[in-house]
C-alpha cells in the first residue's frame, strides 16, 4: 500500500480548552435567532480562533447527532485557515461605525466552512484530531506531479443555522473554496466530503458525484477504512467527489 494510502487517526489531544464555550452573548438569545428567518443581510469572512465558541454553538444546533470538540475546530483554523470561513450578519454603515475602535469580534454565527487537504481517500474520523496535513510538493520536487495526485481537497463540514438557509449563502461559501479565485481546492485534483442528512442533492449541483465503495472495495486498500468511517457519520452518510479540473 502507497504510505499516501494509510489512513492515520491521530488522537491527538491539544491544549485547547475542552468544551463547553457558551455561545455569545446569550445562548437563548442567539438560539431564538434560529427559529425565525434572517432579516440581515450576511456575508463570509475568514475564520479565527476567536470564532470558535460560535462555530461550535451552530455545529451543536445543526449537527446534534455528530458532535465534534472545540479542539478539532482550532486545530483546522490553525492548520489551514485559508479553508475555513464563518457566514456573519453584515453590519450596517451605523453599526460599523459605532464598532469603531471598540472590539471586532463577531457576536452571532449563521454558518461555517471547515475543509483542507487530505491524503487521497483518507477523510478524518469524526471528532478527531489530525496533528499534521499533507504538504502540496514544490516544484523542485522529482514526483511532484505523482505526489499531488496522492492528495485532495476535502469539505469536513458546511452548516448553516435554519435561519439562514435557502438564501445562497451555502452556493456562495463553497464556490469561494472550491473554485473562485484563490480557491484552495484548485490546488489538488479533486475534493471529497461525507454527505449527511440526504444532501447529496445539494452537493451534485456542486459537481460531487457519490463513489459506489462497493464496486471499488476489490482493489483498492483504503475502502475498508472509509466504510467504517462512514459508518461514524450515520447510515445516511456517502462519500462523494469532484474533479476539480
Ligand atoms: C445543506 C445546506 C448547507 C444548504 O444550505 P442552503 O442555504 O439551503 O443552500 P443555498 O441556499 O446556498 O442553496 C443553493 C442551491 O441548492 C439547493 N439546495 C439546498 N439544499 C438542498 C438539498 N438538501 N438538496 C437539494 N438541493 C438543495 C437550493 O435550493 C439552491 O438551489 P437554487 O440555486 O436553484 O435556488 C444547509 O441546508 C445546512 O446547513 N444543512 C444542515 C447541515 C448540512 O446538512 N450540511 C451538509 C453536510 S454534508
Request: proline share 9%; glycine share 6%; aromatic share 6%.
Amino acid at each position: 500500500m502507497p504510505a499516501s494510502h494509510v489512513c492515520h487517526n491521530a488522537d491527538l489531544k491539544s491544549a485547547w480548552p475542552a468544551r463547553p464555550f457558551h455561545v455569545l452573548p446569550a445562548q437563548g438569545r442567539y438560539k431564538a435567532s434560529m427559529s425565525t428567518s434572517l432579516t440581515v443581510d450576511a456575508i463570509w469572512r475568514p475564520m479565527t480562533l476567536e470564532d470558535v465558541p460560535l462555530v461550535v454553538a451552530i455545529a451543536d444546533a445543526v449537527h446534534p447527532d455528530l458532535p465534534e470538540d472545540a479542539a478539532v475546530f482550532a486545530e483546522r483554523i490553525r492548520l489551514f485557515p485559508a479553508g475555513c470561513h464563518i457566514l456573519v450578519p453584515q453590519k450596517s454603515r451605523e453599526q460599523r461605525q459605532a464598532s469603531d475602535n471598540k472590539s471586532q469580534a463577531t457576536t452571532a454565527g449563521l454558518g461555517y466552512i471547515i475543509s483542507h487537504p487530505i491524503p487521497k481517500n483518507c477523510p478524518p474520523s469524526l471528532n478527531t484530531l489530525l496533528g499534521t496535513l499533507p504538504l502540496l510538493p514544490t516544484a523542485n520536487d522529482n514526483n511532484a506531479e505523482q505526489q499531488q495526485q496522492q492528495q485532495q481537497y476535502y469539505v469536513h463540514d458546511l452548516a448553516l443555522v435554519a435561519a439562514a438557509r435557502g438564501r445562497g449563502f451555502a452556493a456562495k461559501g463553497i464556490a469561494g473554496v472550491l473554485h473562485g479565485p484563490d480557491a484552495p481546492a484548485l490546488q489538488y485534483p479533486m475534493t471529497s466530503l461525507v454527505s449527511v442528512y440526504g444532501t447529496a442533492p445539494f452537493w451534485r449541483r456542486l459537481g460531487f458525484e457519490e463513489q459506489d465503495l462497493r464496486a471499488q472495495s476489490r482493489d483498492t486498500d483504503h475502502v475498508p477504512a472509509l466504510v467504517a468511517k462512514l459508518r461514524d457519520y450515520g447510515k445516511d452518510a456517502v462519500y462523494m467527489v469532484r474533479q476539480n479540473s
